[in-house]
């Protein structure tokens, strides 16, 4: 064996799909070729032993923002014990302002961008020189036809146990100023039947759980209802073996067709995750993201009052120009939409993204070091910006979870960010913890919560027995609705790197 693809997955159960994309179009090397994955959190000198079984004289690295600290560990401790190992980085994280990452100081090759080509076509010469003397090489995008699909990649094992990733398209026309799409100008999407073909091939396999990465599926609608089509042919052919599908969609796009064919499918087949980020007009003005509220809104209401889909709502804090009293206006607009999970995340500088245009006049202040969140702007401080960053963490515990479906409407009463904040605070000062709260710990603090409310204790426990004792699991969201499996996604900043 001659060269090892390998990347750190945030969890077992993500497959990479970029890896398996790197292994299908290896060409000529593919047979000496192979694939090891392993998941962050693992001992370093385990992953760096497990490596050098393969005995590799080409190690490929996937680096993204949630393993670039671990894999620059590896890397270091690789190049210690076997410095005639050939190393060579791709992934987004090494894509942007390489030169100055540690992990690129300690490697002997980086391909930035697209490694489909690019990739097979540097082993090549490494093996068989003439020996590459640029160290960064910028990554060749091929025609879409020409780049060898992964899906048959995906082993039975995969299919069993974690989650099919899939992409009909790559990159996204829009250029929201936090995210890397930003860069990529326009969408290319890969011919549609080969793409339906590997789809029922998996199908058949065995999978039931489609996970699309497309950064906007309804951009063309046509290629979207096709994809729809196909997943409705399967629930109808066989609706005891349900399948399920995950899209990302922008909001403010949702013509008749698609609302029609999104209409047919019944509960917890469908999962959308949709990006508002900020409903603040002169906030999207500032980070260039083109977005239609009125519209984004009226479509949310829809979904939610005449489909099934389960819905996940973006939203960012952090944003140049968002203060909290505009973040919380756009919190409580998007909590009256009534979607099953609004998905607080905190805005994180990816390297590459033109937000840092911002930096001086916003007074943006970013961690260091991955996966450099925002610590404080011109408008919002530290101490407060920690505040939103807890507030954000329990959000997930009591709403997103799922747990305290009765209890959460008389927690937020009628001002769902002013009340979880004062909620967050006190929990907080309270048990000086955001992570490891048990959930009977935690449900024992939201009746204390409503008692310092005015709550008689009795009817505060009872309302917490209501969710506790379980009546509430099958609306597992804010407010009830279908059970979603695979819902944990990462937010939608970090999820674009993910391919
Ligand atoms: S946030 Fe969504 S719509 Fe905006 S550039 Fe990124 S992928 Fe495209």
Same mark, same amino acid.
């Given at each position: ?302 979904? =939610?009052?005449? #489909?099934? $889909?389960?819905?996940?709502?973006? /939203?960012? %804090?952090?944003? *140049?120009? !968002? =203060?909290?009293? #505009?973040? $919380?206006?756009?919190?409580?607009? /998007?909590? %009256?939409?009534? *979607?099953? !999970? ?158």
């Amino acid at each position: 064996m001659t060269i090892l693809l390998t990347t750190l997955n945030a969890r077992y159960t993500h497959a990479s799909l970029g890896l398996r994309y790197l292994l299908a179009n290896m060409g000529e090397l593919r047979e000496q070729t192979r694939l090891q994955e392993f998941v962050i959190g693992a001992k370093t000198t385990e992953i760096v032993e497990r490596i050098l079984a393969h005995a590799p004289r080409i190690v490929g690295f996937g680096i993204y923002i949630w393993n670039v600290e671990e894999t620059t560990r590896v890397v270091a401790m690789l190049k210690r014990v076997a410095p005639d190992v050939v190393v060579v980085l791709g992934g987004p994280e090494v894509s942007h302002e390489s030169n100055e990452q540690e992990i690129v100081k300690l490697a002997d090759y980086v391909i930035t961008g697209w490694g489909d080509v690019t990739f097979p076509k540097l082993c090549g010469e490494i093996l068989h020189g003439p020996k590459p003397l640029m160290k960064i090489h910028a990554g060749v995008q091929p025609p879409m036809d020409q780049i060898k699909l992964p899906y048959s990649l995906y082993s039975d094992s995969d299919i069993k146990n974690r989650t099919i990733y899939v992409e009909a398209s790559r990159g996204c026309p829009f250029k929201c100023e936090f995210c890397l799409s930003a860069l990529d100008k326009t969408a290319w999407p890969f011919p549609l039947d080969d793409f339906l073909a590997e789809m029922e091939s998996l199908y058949a396999r065995g999978a039931r759980l489609f996970k699309f990465v497309d950064r906007t599926f309804n951009l063309n609608i046509k290629t979207s209802l096709k994809i729809m089509q196909f997943f409705l042919d399967k629930l109808e052919a066989h609706p005891d073996d349900p399948v399920y599908a995950h899209f990302e969609l922008v909001p403010d796009h949702l013509p008749d067709a698609l609302k029609e064919g999104i209409s047919k499918f019944p509960a917890g087949a469908l999962q959308f995750e949709i990006g508002i980020q900020s409903f603040n007009p002169a906030v999207q003005t500032l980070v260039s993201r083109k977005q239609d509220n009125h519209k984004a809104a009226d479509n949310i209401r829809w979904l =939610t009052q005449h #489909s099934h $889909a389960h819905m996940h709502v973006d /939203l960012i %804090a952090g944003l *140049p120009g !968002e =203060t909290v009293d #505009s973040f $919380a206006e756009g919190f409580n607009k /998007l909590w %009256a939409l009534n *979607p099953h !999970e609004i998905q607080f995340g905190i805005l994180k500088r990816l390297r590459g993204t033109p937000i840092i245009r911002h930096t001086q006049e916003y007074g943006l202040t970013f961690e260091p070091y991955a996966p450099y969140t925002i610590l404080a702007n011109r408008d919002i401080d530290f101490a407060t910006m920690q505040r939103l960053v807890r507030f954000a963490r329990y959000w997930d515990l009591v709403a997103n979870s799922g747990r305290f479906g009765n209890t959460l409407p008389v927690l937020l009463g009628d001002d769902a960010f002013g009340q979880f904040m004062a909620f967050s605070d006190w929990l907080y000062a309270s048990t000086d913890a955001t992570h490891r709260i048990a959930l009977d710990r935690l449900a024992a603090m939201v009746s204390r919560w409503l008692q310092t409310r005015g709550m008689d204790k009795t009817e505060a426990d009872a309302l917490l027995a209501s969710d506790y004792a379980g009546r509430n699991e099958s609306g597992s969201r804010l407010k009830g609705g279908a059970a979603g499996g695979e819902t944990a996604a990462p937010s939608r900043q970090a999820r674009h790197l993910a391919a």
